[in-house]
């Protein structure tokens, strides 16, 4: 036990002289450490000196087990110490930022964690001193009787602590992952975003039907917006209710703690001057003050729930109605591609000809406007209208009889 002490020790020693070159921060919580880490020896000193005043074996087990318990929860100490001190350097911003932003988390969760046990370790040691000064004070049958209701309250608040420490590591979990997905949204909206100005900038290359793509792009990424935007509202909502569901907890477990730590005192005290009815009425109180204070929290508890449910609710609402607008005039632009699609496949063949031609019509509405101009200043004979009206008949009846001969030929062969 004494070469374990002395490792605790050394290891110790290390860690804060290593702390001097890190942040204020990982100082802070490193000092808190070494601060558990002192009141664990003084309290395995006091279980030492416990089981040396102790005669019987069953007893000499059970502060075995519990110093065990406690180099345990040294060890486990040490390893978040040593992860603490771990830091990577890395050159991308986002990177950095988002690492950052994990580690104070980690730091706060650390810190509450280490509260947490202090005060664990506090209560532990007080029932300790407790516990010796009533053994030495009673007789056996008392001590006994004593010594199965410590063990009870220890195993109880073990219990609890176990439970903030659970508690905590699932925040911090559920805090990594929505962090993760908050950048994985913003990553992806980055992303989406240039590909977006990239097709942009090459329909503007084409100049075609450019304003038509343009607005559907202006459209894409509204949409992507919206739906990136309802996305982190989502994960600041659920990061917002597991926050408070988490503060709960604890405050209940705060609460259950107290109550546990005033009963045991009021015990101690009782066991002492012998008032089983005071006893009974003041843990009575006690129970009734921790409904009450129980059923407040829930209610409070509730009702932030269900606000953020109503906002949820809200912010669906008016992104589907923003996404269903958004699907009308996206549908509308659509159609009105399709339409110009389908015109100009069906226009693709005839093209050029058509364009020949109506230039050809222009110019000869044009001659002709001319010309009736010319006629309203000088009047031609009827001669040489007649001759070109004949010249223009006979090409007609040329052309037609040379349809008909082909079709004859065709059908006759």
């Not at 439970?163 to 590591?169: D, G, K, R, S, Y």
């Amino acid at each position: 036990m004494m070469i374990t002490m002395m490792m605790v020790m050394m290891m110790t020693m290390i860690i804060m002289m290593k702390s001097m070159m890190l942040m204020m921060l990982m100082k802070m919580t490193i000092m808190m450490m070494v601060m558990i880490f002192l009141l664990m020896i003084i309290m395995m000193m006091l279980l030492l000196l416990l089981m040396k005043k102790m005669k019987r074996r069953r007893m000499r087990k059970r502060m075995l087990l519990m110093s065990l318990l406690l180099m345990m929860m040294i060890m486990m100490m040490m390893v978040m110490m040593m992860m603490m001190r771990r830091r990577r350097r890395r050159r991308r911003r986002r990177r950095r930022m988002m690492m950052m932003m994990m580690m104070m988390m980690m730091m706060m969760m650390m810190m509450m964690m280490m509260m947490m046990m202090m005060m664990m370790m506090l209560m532990m040691m007080m029932m300790m001193m407790m516990m010796a000064m009533m053994m030495m004070m009673m007789r056996r049958r008392r001590r006994i009787m004593v010594m199965m209701m410590m063990r009870r309250i220890m195993m109880m608040i073990m219990m609890m602590m176990m439970m903030m420490i659970m508690m905590m590591m699932m925040m911090m979990m559920m805090m990594m992952m929505m962090m993760m997905m908050m950048m994985m949204m913003m990553m992806m909206m980055m992303m989406m975003m240039m590909m977006m100005m990239l097709m942009m900038m090459m329909m503007m290359m084409r100049r075609r039907r450019s304003i038509m793509m343009m607005m559907m792009m202006m459209m894409m990424m509204m949409m992507m917006m919206m739906m990136m935007m309802m996305m982190m509202m989502m994960m600041m909502m659920m990061m917002m209710m597991m926050m408070m569901m988490m503060m709960m907890m604890m405050m209940m477990m705060m609460m259950m703690m107290m109550m546990m730590m005033m009963m045991m005192m009021m015990m101690m005290m009782m066991m002492m001057m012998m008032m089983m009815l005071l006893m009974m009425m003041m843990m009575m109180m006690m129970m009734m003050m921790m409904m009450i204070i129980m059923m407040i929290m829930m209610m409070i508890m509730m009702m932030i729930v269900m606000m953020l449910m109503l906002m949820m609710m809200m912010m669906m609402m008016m992104m589907m109605m923003m996404m269903m607008m958004m699907m009308v005039m996206v549908m509308v632009m659509v159609k009105m591609k399709m339409k110009m699609m389908m015109m100009m496949m069906m226009m693709m063949r005839r093209r050029r000809r058509r364009r020949r031609r109506r230039r050809r019509r222009r110019r000869r509405r044009r001659r002709r406007r001319r010309r009736r101009r010319r006629r309203r200043r000088r009047r031609r004979s009827r001669r040489r209208r007649r001759r070109r009206w004949r010249r223009r008949r006979r090409r007609r009846r040329w052309r037609r009889r040379r349809r008909r001969r082909r079709i004859w030929w065709f059908a006759h062969t």
